[in-house]
């Protein structure tokens, strides 16, 4: 029969039901057997060994959107804000295109960047990529969070749809295949993307929604989005918006057919409550990414209507390229100081639980619970080591940032 352990600690932070003041987590071969008030759980189990931890027992936290092959290109590349999205998107293309980084120094970028998100409490990460880097996979020695990679397809016009298409007829199907956006990939493209997905039962993720600009283009097939494609001799008829507009990206979506309960839309930044009730019909997921809303001043997301129609989004810090900092707590952080009427365990569990549902991983991760895999976290500061009451445990989890001190619980009994 497998060990059983048990782990206790002052404060046991489900996610999924309410703090636990003295708790304790049983746990055998990997996994939660049992959760509860530390003294129940010792009667319970008298036989069992106990380890106890001096502050705060947690899930570990979901990063929801990445794109860790742009790690290397932290710390600007064109001044900000920029006065057009598109002027952000061009000045990455051509930065990517001067290839000033070997592959190495960007296997080496990520490398340090997934040991960050390792070492500050992240078990589980989205990540998007242009380029197959089978390096993600064991690069960190196995102490890395688990990697749902997506391979992204952008065609923006008839020739590169065609190429895409073809790429992606022959893409290997242990791989995901997802889209970039309404004004990169054509519509075709997405519609094969989708299918190829619910096919294989992979994450169909997609930014929608992230500047303003995209709704002029979806409407008219007008404005900054238009320039840029003219500019890049990509205007060649296969987006239908100057004929069919749309009332926005969501419409337009729904009308492809890509909205479901396996569809992650990132960023919902300029999303109205009409279109809030039409993605939670659908089922389909949003990630929040307030760090790179800020960063390249496309405003903020409405987060309290998404909180008051239930639905619960995942938290994601998007690339090096586009925020200046990778850390998930700092994503909680800009949410709490941005919308203070959002409870900070709503919150905490958008960093947890929504990023497993987003992922399709929450049988796994993102709350403390029977049958869960037992890689969770223990968190102490100063200030948790001497907080009295959970709503101000979760204010301080919350509001104050990175903890001082994170440790993977699971490492006490490998
Ligand atoms: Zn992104």
């Given at each position: 029969m497998e060990k059983m352990v048990i782990i206790s600690a002052p404060w046991v932070v489900p996610v999924a039901v309410p703090v636990i003041r003295d708790g304790s987590i049983v746990v055998t071969g990997g996994r939660i057997l049992d959760i509860g008030r530390r003294d129940d759980i010792i009667g319970k189990y008298p036989q069992s060994s106990e380890i106890k931890y001096p502050c705060v027992l947690m899930p570990g936290l979901v990063n929801a959107h990445m794109h860790l092959e742009l790690t290397h290109l932290a710390g600007g590349f064109c001044s900000l804000p920029a006065q057009k999205f598109t002027?952000?998107?061009d000045a990455l293309i051509a930065r990517?295109?001067?290839?000033k980084e070997s592959r190495d120094e960007i296997v080496a970028a990520f490398t340090t960047a997934l040991k960050e998100q390792y070492n500050s409490g992240v078990a589980l990460i989205g990540d998007i990529g242009n380029e197959q880097y089978d390096e993600l996979d064991g690069v960190a020695g196995g102490l890395q969070p688990k990697i749902v990679r997506m391979l992204e397809f952008i065609g923006p016009n008839k020739k590169g749809c065609q190429a895409a298409m073809t790429n992606l007829l022959h893409l290997d199907e242990n791989t995901a295949a997802t889209g970039h956006a309404p004004y990169s990939t054509a519509p075709d493209l997405l519609k094969e993307i989708k299918k190829r997905c619910r096919r294989l039962q992979h994450i169909f993720s997609i930014h929608a929604c992230e500047c303003a600009d995209e709704r002029e283009f979806l409407q008219t097939g007008t404005g900054c989005f238009r320039d840029f494609l003219e500019k890049k001799s990509s205007w060649d008829g296969i987006f239908p918006f100057s004929e069919t507009g749309f009332s926005g990206t969501i419409q337009y979506f729904a009308h492809l057919g890509l909205l479901d309960d396996t569809t992650l839309l990132v960023h919902c930044v300029h999303v109205s409550a009409k279109e809030l009730l039409v993605i939670k019909d659908s089922g389909a997921k949003i990630c929040l990414?307030?760090?790179?809303?800020g960063f390249l001043a496309n405003g903020h997301?409405?987060?309290?209507?998404?909180v008051d129609l239930g639905l619960l989004p995942a938290l994601g810090s998007d690339s090096a390229a586009s925020n200046q900092s990778l850390d998930i707590w700092r994503e909680m952080q800009i949410l709490a100081v941005n919308h203070t009427r959002i409870a900070p365990a709503d919150i905490l569990a958008m960093a947890t639980m929504g990023g497993a549902q987003a992922l399709l991983h929450e049988t796994e991760y993102g709350s403390l619970a029977v049958g869960r895999s037992a890689k969770f976290i223990h968190v102490s500061s100063p200030d948790l080591r001497i907080c009295n009451d959970s709503a101000h445990l979760m204010d301080i989890l919350v509001a104050n940032g990175k903890p001082a001190e994170i440790e993977w619980v699971s490492s006490v009994y490998d």
């Open positions: 002027e952000w998107i990517r295109a001067q290839n990414c307030p760090g790179s809303n997301a409405p987060v309290e209507l998404m």
